[in-house]
């Protein structure tokens, strides 16, 4: 399973001489047979290799010969694609690393070779998806699903028994006031199964679904620290398949997660344009990332600039290869994409990563932000 933990361990990895880096789609429905994904590995493997021979290192080359190999041979193995759509691979081979992340949400095509793992994909997806409890609720059933990185699950399903309708005999309209406060009753007792769901689980938000009065009357009795987890509300009957509510809330985080990577952007330019803690593009990020300053790296999806890294301290560069560390005077080695490293750095800083559609960090921003720690 994909985790901020496992992300970070990878982002901490320093390759000798580079460490190649491939993401790959394995979604069914966007790849029905196998041999496309061993197509589209292949393109990707040609790429890398290509890459490593312009840099004329023959040290390099051999290394990613070796890590297109060790890939090659882990995808020949199969890949069980009931539950994985993406599959994201990191080799060194003069370091004998190897690691391969299978994840349950589709990943775009792409390769790299830079001396750490090109995390920038998974931190997206970790970032973008975030753990839910979806509660599907109605005058006397309950049902609690779990949806992480779009996988959805059943956590409890509940029944409250229907008021005997005999009561009706006694007086007009106790049936009614007897059936009002035997739902009363099922919404308090689901509002504490919700509360424990959520104590075992510990989602980053709650998504409810029902009927208007039952969905009133959960939230009427849900303890005020879980009332304020709920982000939104799902149009799906109590009985939908884990299938309808995966797509149900894709739509609802999807709209989530844009206003949220919105307002990070906007409190960027706002701090950027007071000189408030706030800093754009890849030359000023670099510097605050080399003063351990960055708290929330802010990325255009797919930017990168080549650059070069220092193989003795570390630092990254925007320019190109050739001449002394400015740092420690070490000679500088070329790298592909200084931004996946920046990417990497942060995540293994314990920095977040908020990685934005391409249109949103525009001209003025080139492509790369950091808001730093306060
Ligand atoms: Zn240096």
Redesign the pocket.
């Known amino acids: 399973m994909l985790t901020a933990s496992r992300v970070r361990d990878l982002a901490a990895h320093t390759g000798d001489p580079a460490v190649a880096s491939v993401y790959l789609d394995v979604d069914g429905r966007h790849r029905p047979v196998w041999a496309d994904c061993v197509t589209a590995f292949d393109h990707l493997a040609d790429q890398l290799v290509r890459r490593a021979a312009q840099r004329g290192d023959l040290s390099l080359s051999r290394s990613v010969d070796g890590d297109v190999a060790r890939m090659r041979a882990w995808l020949q193995a199969g890949v069980d694609r009931e539950r994985t759509r993406g599959v994201a691979l990191f080799a060194c081979a003069e370091q004998d690393y190897f690691e391969a992340v299978e994840v349950p949400a589709p990943l775009r095509d792409d390769a790299g070779v830079g001396a750490v793992p090109r995390v920038g994909p998974l931190v997206a997806l970790l970032d973008g998806r975030r753990r839910a409890l979806v509660a599907l609720v109605d005058r006397r059933r309950l049902r609690v699903l779990r949806s992480e990185l779009g996988e959805v699950s059943e956590v409890l399903a509940a029944e409250d028994p229907e008021p005997r309708a005999v009561d009706t005999s006694v007086e007009v309209g106790s049936f009614e006031r007897h059936d009002g406060e035997a739902a009363e009753v099922h919404y308090r007792r689901a509002a504490g199964l919700v509360e424990q769901a959520c104590r075992d689980a510990a989602p980053d938000h709650v998504l409810v679904a029902g009927p208007d009065d039952a969905v009133a009357g959960l939230t009427r009795h849900l303890p005020p620290p879980v009332a304020a987890t709920v982000a939104g509300r799902l149009h799906l009957a109590t009985t939908a398949g884990p299938a309808e509510v995966a797509a149900a809330v894709d739509g609802i985080e999807d709209a989530v997660d844009r206003a949220r990577r919105a307002a990070v952007v906007e409190q960027l330019m706002a701090r950027a344009g007071a000189d408030d803690g706030g800093v754009l593009g890849i030359e000023h990020v670099l510097h605050a990332l080399a003063a351990g300053k960055v708290g929330t790296l802010v990325v255009a999806d797919g930017f990168g600039v080549a650059g070069s890294s220092?193989p003795?301290?570390?630092?990254l560069h925007a320019g190109a290869a050739g001449g002394p560390?400015p740092?420690?005077?070490?000679e500088l080695v070329a790298c592909d994409d200084v931004v996946a490293a920046a990417v990497a750095r942060s995540v293994a800083a314990n920095a977040s990563v908020v990685v934005c559609p391409a249109g949103e960090l525009d001209a003025a921003a080139g492509g790369i932000g950091a808001l730093e720690r306060w």
């Open positions: 220092c003795s301290c570390g630092a560390c740092v420690c005077g070490a």
